[in-house]
């Protein structure tokens, strides 16, 4: 390798450092700012869970066929295998017997090209231009009321939840259709409760749970993004530092057989 291919090399890896830094800063401003908003929101998703905990005393997911699956992640790449183990969860549940004509949501643009080589026909639609921004729970709302038409009992939303900073793992929420929760589920025994009133709080709440999954689910992608940053630029330093020492190596090579020829020349000449 020449001496010129290496300095371009070298050239190339600096400028690749710089991009892979700055990615990380962006991801780690966007993950400060997720986690503030997750702070607001993770009550209302954890007090609903307690409320289905609490009420319910139900899961009927193993008796239920077709459910409504919603695959929570992103248009954007760079994070890792964040979006790739959401997508392997949904297909093993796809793969269940039962589960042959159940339908997915792909909440971005990366569940759909994963999922459209093996299950295509699965797919009922998907929402596009998510992660740029924080999700909200208009957007949240929107998605939902898009699944009106879809005809379900129980729906999964698989996300990614954050354990420590750094470190995630698959978990998924389940939801259950407004009249068979009112009619076989505990709450239905709530009489001081007027029926639509608890209609109206179990279509708010499942939104509301959409819309916590979203946050979370964000708020590992802007960590697992800023990790994979961060370990980008790491490997492209490493390669330039090695890089640099071929070069100084090859540079150094070349000036002392130059210095060589030089000084054998000059001792032919004062000999004639």
Known sequence: MSLRTIQKKIQSYGNINKITSSLKLVSA???????????????????????YKHYTHINMLDHIEN?????????????????????KKVKQELDRPDQKLAKVVCVGQKSEELLAKSHKSNILFTVFKIGKDNP????????????????????QIFYNRMVTRGKSHVDWISIYNTDFLLTVAHIASMEEVEEENMRSYIEFSTVSLLFFAMVENSLCEHSARMIAMDSASKNVKSLSEKLSLEYNRKRQFKITSDLIDIVSGSQVITEK
């Open 29 to 51: 401003a966007k993950l400060a700012k997720t986690e503030r908003l997750l702070k607001d929101v993770r009550p209302f998703g954890h007090g609903t869970l307690s409320f």
């Open 67 to 87: 459910h409504l699956i919603f695959a929570i992640t992103s248009d954007r790449g760079l994070c890792g295998g964040i979006h790739t183990s959401i997508v």
């Open 136 to 155: 909200t729970f208009l957007e949240a709302s929107k998605i939902f009321n898009e699944c009106n038409y879809a005809d379900f009992i129980a729906c």
